[in-house]
């Protein structure tokens, strides 16, 4: 199996969603893991998690 080339994260070129995405895998203590192994190394427990802190941040900032 090929393994596509791992691109280095550049934060200025990420967009508000992608950036609080990050913030929240780091303050959940996942960004080590998501860095190392990639998004799909999460379970789906943790990946809801990410998405329900990213959705009331959202209604917190009024975006939708």
């Known amino acids: 199996m090929s393994r596509k080339k791992e691109k280095p994260i550049i934060l200025s070129e ?15 203590g996942l960004l080590d893991k998501v860095m190392e ?7 789906s427990k943790e990946t809801g998690r990410i998405g329900g802190l990213i959705n009331k ?8």
């Open 57 to 64: 941040k959202k209604k917190e900032q009024g975006i939708r």
């Open 37 to 43: 192994q990639g998004w799909k190394s999460l379970s």
């Open 14 to 28: 990420l967009t508000k969603e992608e950036k609080m995405k990050y913030e929240i895998a780091e303050e959940l």
